[in-house]
């Protein structure tokens, strides 16, 4: 997120007005879950941040792309924050009318394939009825910070593959509002350090 603040010509920060909130947060979740060599593999993506401011929608649409696409590669626990941010998320969705029907069909799809873990929220009798308020200082965060650690948390051989491809698949999701123009390619000899998430979530 450093670079990404460099190449958009902003003060060098690892939080960049360039890029949405939840997204940075993902980049540097990502970042400081990889090893040294293995955060090479996330320079080709230093670029594709920059202007990825999102929009109003992105508070949902980000938080439900993640988790629907994490919740089949994480342990059961984490299977299961996720649900309940998917559920909350689902009727937000429902409550925003037709311009978020994709976002909420792909939360459902993610939910009919965890029929346990929905189970284990409503068991529990977990509120799913959040304000957009609080799913956005809340409930967003808190799925993509799940969704990450239970990658890692997964100890897949193939952890550091999994996490570039969920950090490829939020970018995909994030509309791309601003142009930088001119903006350099990150050189491939640029090494990449951990970065703490000072904002917390």
Known sequence: MEFA??????????????????????????NDSLSDGDRQ???????????RTGDDTTWLTLPVAVAAWAIEEVPEETQRVLAAGLLCAERLCVEAGADLDGTRQRARAALERMPSAVEWVQRLSISTHVSARGFTSRSAPTMIRAAADGIVASEAPDAAERLCALLEAAIDTCPLSVEVAGAPEAPASWGLAPQSDSAGA
Do not use: M, N, Y
């Open 41 to 51: 593999q996330l320079v080709p993506l230093i670029p594709s941040v920059v202007g």
């Open 5 to 30: 603040s460099f190449l958009a010509g902003e003060k060098w920060s690892d939080h960049p007005s360039c890029t949405h909130p939840l997204l940075g947060q993902l980049a540097r979740q990502v």
